[in-house]
């Protein structure tokens, strides 16, 4: 049971590059909505209110389409998991440090931040330093200018530099601050309480703090145990927002701090914001009684929606969850053009690497792997690409890219980079085959994408070389270069553009405005895509930073092409 609880990961066969496969299927609630809108004692839903306040000439029915899952078999891999009792207060610390120690270092899929290679510190901090940090912090007695102390940061005196970021951060997100502002006065998540696992940075930040503007309390944790901006995290706790993360995290602080957020007195989550599932894998299994009285859910990543349809899947599902990780503008824009970006930029502050001539392996040519390939093929080097999905291979072909089986190129190869969502794409036999100086790392969601347990050997020595990067050394002196420890290596390292991410954002904020305020019996136990008119409305908001200015049909257009003339323009199976 113990294990089982860590595993955060779900069973994947094959899975390399490909997205879960989603069908829209309005006809599945048709009748419902009907019976809804013939009814003038059920008001429409506050999503409609807000949309029609922010865009009075867009005209829809807010409803979501429900996911056809595929026929992917997962394996079962639940088991009956006692619930876990109430605490009386808020969490003692000393019961719970020894209980997580006990329960959360079994399976190792997040190693320890002070493990050998010591990758969670500071390249200007001494070792001893932040293993003091590691060791005390969740007993040191904290408290913001206000007197509040529910909340566990690095350092709450970062708080000033903190805001100052997320200012900016507000700046370029510009969507999601016209939401903040429209709506604010209904406030349509008025009795939500909302428990989010996503990285804490600027960005989440000004989500965070909207969704509180728009009514809602919300308690926050961190699904990265690197990506943690420290200042952030501290502006927010000063704000006496509930936040428990801070950068370097290990193992057992990952689940110790998402623990805090679900298990205390007088309070119980109604909403899920999760980035990987690790908020609804450890409410589903520690807090059942909870998890049957969540609202909905909102996941925004590859991984935390293959782990929804596994509970799906298993008749375990219920709650209803929205899958915003395959709405067109995620896929598009936060996935496409974010990596693209922050590739370079992540492997220059890390490995110092010149990318004319080098040759690289992508594994995977979904979006991310999309970006990452154009941006490094843009740069001067030879790409390769491994793939599936043979409808990805032959769009890497047309693209100018050479497809290849990872094993018979990754003897050659000057970088592997994984985006794939999936696990064990880089094993141990295909980094003995590298070459010396090769670099690892991984753009995928999942850290489970290489292999890095099996790495964690006696004969192979590991060299700690600077914040996120280690050198894994060979007996023979040959050596490779993993960048943070196998997990996503843009949020563990460096930054990505505000911008991209305010349209996530904002996309995930009216996901739950629909979910919390949507009538009874609207949504199933199901996993549901958000409609296509809401995609064309994200992307409508953002067009307003670049002068855009979009061209109308004609009521004769309209009718001769089938469409409303405010949209939706294109069906739900098309592929942008």
């Known amino acids: 049971m113990e294990a089982e609880i860590q595993s955060a990961t779900p069973p994947l066969e094959d899975n390399e590059g490909t997205e879960e496969s989603n069908h829209n299927g309005e006809a599945a609630i048709s009748s419902a909505l009907e019976r809804e809108d013939g009814d003038s004692s059920?008001?429409?839903?506050?999503?409609?209110?807000?949309?029609?306040?922010?865009e009075a000439a867009t005209n829809w029915r807010p409803a979501l389409v429900p996911v056809q899952t595929s026929d992917e078999v997962f394996d079962a891999n639940d088991g009956a998991v006692s619930e876990a009792p109430r605490t009386k207060r808020q969490i003692q610390y000393p019961e719970q440090t020894q209980e997580f120690n006990?329960?959360?270092?079994?399976?190792?899929?997040?190693?320890?931040?002070?493990?050998?290679?010591?990758?969670?510190?500071?390249s200007n901090s001494s070792d001893a330093e932040n293993l003091e940090d590691e060791v005390f912090l969740r007993d040191r007695q904290q408290i913001n200018s206000k007197g509040n102390r529910d909340f566990c940061v690095k350092n709450i005196k970062l708080a000033d530099y903190g805001r100052r970021e997320i200012e900016l951060a507000e700046d370029e997100m510009t969507a999601l601050m016209a939401l903040r502002k429209a709506a604010q006065g209904e406030k349509p998540l008025a009795g939500a309480k909302i428990v989010g696992c996503t990285h804490v940075t600027a960005q989440t930040a000004v989500l965070f703090e909207t969704l509180t503007v728009l009514g809602a309390q919300c308690r926050w944790a961190a699904c990265n145990i690197y990506s943690t901006q420290d200042e952030v995290a501290a502006a927010l706790a000063e704000q006496d927002l509930p936040v428990f993360a801070w950068k370097g995290e290990s193992e057992d602080d990952f689940w110790?701090?998402?623990?805090?957020c679900v298990n205390v007195e007088g309070w119980?989550?109604?909403?899920?914001?999760?980035?990987?599932?690790?908020?609804?894998?450890?409410?589903?299994?520690?807090?059942?009684?909870?998890?049957?009285?969540?609202?909905?859910?909102?996941?925004?990543?590859?991984?935390?929606?293959?782990?929804?349809?596994?509970?799906?899947?298993?008749?375990?599902?219920?709650?209803?969850?929205?899958?915003?990780?395959?709405?067109?503008?995620?896929?598009?824009?936060d996935s496409l053009y974010c990596s693209r970006e922050s590739i370079l930029d992540s492997l220059k502050k890390t490995a110092d690497v010149m990318f004319g001539g080098k040759q690289v392996a992508v594994c995977g040519y979904g979006e991310v792997g999309k970006g990452c390939s154009s941006a490094l093929k843009a740069m001067g080097s030879?790409?390769?690409?491994?793939?599936?999905?043979?409808?990805?291979?032959?769009?890497?072909?047309?693209?100018?890219?050479?497809?290849?089986?990872?094993?018979?190129?990754?003897g050659q190869v000057d970088m592997v980079i994984t985006c794939t969502g999936n696990k064990n794409v880089v094993v141990r036999e295909h980094m003995d085959l590298m070459k010396n100086g090769c670099i690892v790392c991984n753009m995928g969601r999942s850290n489970t994408e290489i292999d890095v347990t099996s790495l964690r050997t006696p004969e192979l020595a590991w060299q700690h070389v600077r914040a996120?990067?280690?050198?894994?050394?060979?007996?023979?002196?040959?050596r490779i270069v993993l960048l943070a420890e196998g997990r996503v290596l843009?949020?563990?390292?460096?930054?990505?553009?505000?911008?991209?991410?305010?349209?996530?954002?904002?996309?995930?904020?009216?996901?739950?405005?629909?979910?919390?305020?949507?009538p009874e019996g609207r949504y199933k136990q199901d996993v549901y895509l958000l409609?296509?008119?809401?995609?064309?409305?994200?992307?409508?908001?953002?067009?307003?930073?670049?002068?855009?200015?979009?061209?109308?049909?004609?009521?004769?257009?309209?009718?001769?092409?089938?469409?409303?003339?405010?949209?939706?323009?294109?069906?739900?199976?098309y592929r942008y």
Request: glycine share 6%; net charge positive; proline share 5%.
């Open 256 to 260: 110790w701090c998402i623990d805090r």
């Open 268 to 333: 119980e989550p109604n909403m899920i914001l999760d980035d990987g599932g690790d908020m609804t894998h450890w409410i589903y299994k520690k807090y059942p009684h909870l998890f049957k009285k969540v609202k909905g859910i909102v996941e925004e990543s590859i991984t935390g929606i293959y782990r929804l349809h596994h509970l799906s899947k298993a008749g375990k599902l219920c709650v209803p969850a929205i899958n915003v990780n395959d709405s067109v503008t995620k896929q598009k824009f």
């Open 42 to 54: 059920q008001p429409p839903s506050i999503s409609a209110k807000l949309l029609r306040m922010l």
């Open 102 to 122: 006990s329960r959360l270092t079994k399976t190792g899929r997040r190693s320890l931040s002070h493990s050998i290679s010591h990758s969670s510190t500071d």
């Open 382 to 410: 030879v790409v390769y690409v491994t793939e599936i999905d043979p409808i990805c291979a032959l769009q890497a072909c047309m693209d100018g890219f050479r497809l290849a089986k990872l094993g018979d190129v990754v």
């Open 490 to 518: 843009n949020l563990s390292s460096s930054t990505v553009p505000i911008y991209v991410l305010s349209i996530t954002a904002t996309t995930q904020a009216l996901a739950l405005i629909e979910l919390f305020n949507a």
């Open 531 to 573: 409609p296509k008119k809401l995609d064309e409305y994200v992307a409508n908001l953002h067009l307003q930073t670049f002068d855009a200015h979009l061209t109308e049909l004609t009521d004769d257009q309209a009718k001769y092409m089938g469409l409303n003339k405010h949209g939706p323009f294109k069906p739900s199976y």
């Open 468 to 478: 996120q990067v280690d050198h894994i050394i060979w007996p023979d002196g040959k």
